[in-house]
């Protein structure tokens, strides 16, 4: 149990492009998604924190208006990057946590596999 | 300012040895303490760590806790070529209201036949 799937798993895209890129919980309901990006040989950092019907909280120096986020279901959300340039190029990962008590540990993320974004 | 901090960045050792890798924290209402392995993709979950000096094993791995000192060991014993891998270090607190994973830059290790 406790499955997060992610697509695409790969996209490549021009510059000025916009990207979305879907975050599922397959067998859980989660009310809290989160996104990281990950850079070559550097860790997750986070981005934003996705809340079930609600607006997303975005971390200091990410831009709300390039990383878009929609959670608009307790097993979806999208992160659209919009007007993608190639320093937008990255590992996005998403998490989702699961919101029953006693599903393995309660407050645990389970993370995604994780979509990487090129922009020529 | 909140931040998680591994050392070393990098190791590489012979199939056979043990390692211990180090994790030490600065975070805001600590919650958990958590390792990570990853491979190509995205992290895949070791342990969770909530307590001070109670060590969770799993098979060759294990790792404990000190919340006086801030710090997390991860050990690996008789390590194999698949451990080759980064292992994050995460703590999770309650930062700013909400509850949030503070990842650290991880430790490259290979693991050489």
């Known amino acids: 149990g406790a499955v997060v799937s992610q697509h695409p798993s790969r996209v490549i895209c021009k510059s000025g492009t916009s990207v979305k890129i879907e975050c599922r919980s397959l067998?859980?309901?989660?009310?809290?998604m989160f996104w990281y990006r990950q850079f070559p040989k550097q860790s997750l950092m986070l981005m934003a924190t996705s809340n079930e019907g609600s607006k997303a909280t975005y971390e200091q120096g990410v831009e709300k208006d390039k990383f878009l986020i929609n959670h608009a279901s307790l097993t979806l959300s999208t992160l659209t990057v919009t007007s993608a340039h190639p320093e937008d190029s990255s590992f996005y990962i998403c998490?989702?946590?699961?919101?029953?008590?006693?599903?393995?540990?309660?407050?645990?993320?389970?993370f995604g596999p994780g979509t990487r974004l090129t922009v020529l | 300012e909140d931040k998680v901090v591994q050392s070393p960045l990098s190791l590489v050792v012979h199939e056979g040895d043990t390692v211990t890798l180090n994790c030490s924290y600065e975070v805001t209402n600590f919650r958990s303490l958590l390792w990570y392995k990853q491979e190509k993709k995205a992290p895949t979950f070791l342990f969770m760590l909530t307590s001070s000096g109670i060590e969770k094993k799993s098979g060759r791995l294990s790792s404990i806790l000190d919340k006086k000192e801030l710090f997390s060991i991860l050990n690996i014993t008789a390590t194999q070529t698949g451990d080759s891998a980064v292992y994050l270090c995460?703590?999770?607190?309650?930062?700013?209201?909400?509850?949030?994973?503070?990842f650290g830059q991880g430790t490259r290790l290979t693991i050489n036949p």
């Open positions: 067998d859980f309901q989660a009310t809290t």
């Open positions: 998490s989702a946590r699961a919101i029953q008590p006693g599903l393995a540990s309660y407050n645990e993320q389970f």
């Open positions: 995460a703590v999770e607190g309650t930062i700013q209201g909400a509850q949030k994973l503070v």
